[in-house]
């Protein structure tokens, strides 16, 4: 079983940024993509960040050019870098990891942007 432990967010007011992580208890992200999601009060779960194991990434138009994803594979994290921060990016986020047959979130880390 492998746990994904996401830790970093917190309050930021509009125009700041926080760096948020996403442990894994193995080194499953040695070898499959890792999404970030978030969901906000009343919306759906929504795909923000992909990263791949060989490094490609992906990004949610919302907020291209704002967000970096990144992993360390010694480490067993993956990281995403959020700057530039909006009120409209309140949310829970959550890393997921998904080897065949099987799907793995963390616990979800609460940003809040707000002035």
């Known amino acids: 079983q492998v746990q994904l432990v996401e830790s970093g967010g917190g309050l930021v007011q509009p125009g700041g940024s926080l760096r948020l992580s996403c442990a894994a208890s193995?080194?499953?992200?040695?070898?499959?993509?890792v999404g970030w999601y978030r969901q906000a009060p009343g919306k759906q779960r929504e795909l923000v960040a992909l990263i791949t194991s060989g490094g490609s990434t992906n990004y949610a138009d919302s907020v291209k050019g704002r967000f970096t994803i990144s992993r360390d594979n010694a480490k067993n994290t993956v990281y995403l870098q959020m700057n530039s921060l909006k009120p409209e990016d309140t949310a829970v986020y959550y890393c997921?990891?998904?080897?065949?047959?099987?799907?793995?979130w963390g616990q979800g880390t609460q940003v809040t942007v707000s002035s």
């Open positions: 997921n990891v998904r080897p065949p047959g099987r799907d793995y």
């Open positions: 193995g080194s499953i992200f040695n070898f499959y993509a």
